[in-house]
């Protein structure tokens, strides 16, 4: 198994313990127009889903979340996750949400790598890939830093208000991964 600690962060598999602060991250507004979730959850939705990570395995889920703690103080600070997953084709789809207050401080880079070698080494997938909405340059800059490139733009994919905002698909091979 590789190791799941990175130089700031750890990551780790979900504990019931966790639904009450994954049913806070969730049903913030901001969160939904990038997880392409229409309204908020309830928490017995997280609770099963919490529930359901516990005892199916990554392939009967097509799905594999862990949180993001802190190394210092093995704080809660996030999710990441690859979703999609299809073994078949080697690839998986790759989100990763950090709480507003630990934004902007190395976190997401480091658990990005983490769930990339993740994806490659441990599942053998051949491919991750990621949308990002236009506005998003954030978001944009930490997975071009991680080594994905832009193969795709969709026009007006994600809703935002009564407008719609293009999205930015991006890859990353296993074959250019630098671990």
Known sequence: MIDMKGKLVKLRALELDDALLIYQWENQPEVWRTSHMPGPYSMESIRQYVQNALVYNVLAMQQVRFMIETLKDKTP??????????MLNGRAGIGIMIDGNYRARGFAGDALRLIIAYGFQHLHLHQ??????????ASMRLFQKAGFVITGHRRDWVR???DYEDVIFM???HSSFKE
């Open 128 to 137: 991750l890939y990621v949308d990002v909405v236009v506005s998003n340059a």
């Open 77 to 86: 600070i996030g999710m990441v996750d690859l979703f999609d997953l299809d």
């Open 160 to 162: 935002n208000g009564p």
């Open 171 to 173: 890859q990353l091979f």
